[in-house]
Nanobody, 120 residues
């Protein structure tokens, strides 16, 4: 069984910064792509940023230039540095990872989410 545990959410004023972390634990062969998704009240879950095991990253247009995704493969951890936060960034942020089991079977796992609130 694989678990993803997020941390780092909270309340921040517009223009402020937060850093989210997501650590994967359990039994697996390797982790392929890791990413962050968010879901605002009344809206569908959307991709924020993703990163491959080799470090190639992609971002949703609304966060380009403000958010940076990174990962530490030795720690099985992905990070999301969020700068210049806006009220519209308010959402529950979920970590996602494509995990390859020791049997080489790959599947997606999700964290429970961490709430980010941007408000004055």
């Amino acid at each position: 069984q694989v678990q993803l545990v997020e941390s780092g959410g909270g309340l921040v004023q517009p223009g402020g910064s937060l850093r989210l972390s997501c650590a994967a634990s359990g039994s697996f062969f390797r982790i392929n792509t890791m990413g962050w998704y968010r879901q605002a009240p009344g809206k569908e879950r959307e991709l924020v940023a993703g990163i491959t095991s080799g470090g190639s990253a992609n971002y949703a247009d609304p966060v380009k230039g403000r958010f940076t995704i990174s990962r530490d493969n030795a720690k099985n951890t992905v990070y999301l540095q969020m700068n210049s936060l806006k009220p519209e960034d308010t959402a529950v942020y979920h970590c996602n990872a494509q995990v390859v089991a020791p049997t080489y079977y790959a599947m997606d796992y999700w964290g429970k989410g961490t709430l980010v609130t941007v408000s004055s």
